[in-house]
């Protein structure tokens, strides 16, 4: 905690706002507006998205042309999911414009933490802490059905987005955004729409059009043609 103060009040607000209450709270507001496979998709390639322009922008990293693919592929992806939004379901597209969003402010907050090199177990528990007072104005702004529920799913849901989507999840990104590079960890991202768009047809019966799949499988090369290449090239390099 002490590491994580010494960054001062002003970094510590931008960190917690991007990662911190915030992050889940407008998550799940996006996900009551759009399927569970645009979320999917539509968060990491954002991420990527926008950790290549916030890169060149702030380290004046050059975009390879397998960056630019990416990029290309990504936004062809997002274009499709707007388009079935208005064609198919115009209430989804406030979702997705909010987890577009989300993505972006993640980025940002991935590319903050390894320009800082802050310890990750600093950064979590901080932001952490940082978080929960946040969490009685947004209790009492927003409509409620805690009380009501059952505490099982009260449990469940604890453990879900609190310990593992949650504190171990921001743990284990700062940790390989620092180590490994935002291009290397990006590459972890890949199977997440796909495996959440299996999953949502099994668990939730969202089965999804054929213009939807397409945008899932842009976006899915998207998020991992420029990490693939990078960690090629840096296999070769050891190798040498």
Avoid at 53 to 68: E, T, V
Avoid at 187 to 204: D, Q, W
């Amino acid at each position: 905690v002490r590491a994580f103060l010494n960054l001062g009040w002003k970094r510590i607000a931008l960190l917690t706002a991007l990662a911190g209450a915030p992050y889940p709270f407008l998550i799940n507001i996006g996900l009551g507006f759009t399927p569970a496979a645009h979320a999917a998709a539509i968060l990491p390639s954002s991420v990527v998205l926008f950790s290549a322009i916030l890169g060149l922008i702030a380290f004046k990293a050059p975009i390879s042309l397998y960056s630019s693919i990416s990029l290309v592929l990504i936004g062809s992806g997002m274009a499709l999911f707007v388009c079935y939004d208005l064609i198919f379901d115009p209430w989804a597209l406030p979702g997705d414009l909010i987890l577009f969003a989300v993505g972006a402010g993640f980025a940002f907050f991935s590319l903050t933490v390894r320009d800082l090199e802050i310890d990750p177990l600093a950064v979590t528990a901080g932001i952490i802490w940082c978080s929960w007072p946040l969490m009685v104005p947004m209790f009492f702004a927003m409509p409620s059905n805690l009380f009501v529920a059952a505490p099982s799913e009260i449990l469940s849901q604890a453990i879900i987005q609190g310990v593992l989507a949650g504190a171990i999840a921001l743990f284990l990104t700062t940790f390989a955004a620092r180590h490994l590079g935002s291009q290397t960890a990006s590459l972890f991202l890949v199977g997440i729409p796909i495996t959440t768009a299996l999953l949502g047809a099994v668990a939730l019966g969202e089965f999804h059009t054929l213009l939807e799949i397409v945008a899932l499988g842009l976006m899915a090369c998207g998020i991992g043609l420029p990490a693939t290449r990078f960690v090629l090239q840096q296999y070769k390099t050891a190798r040498r």
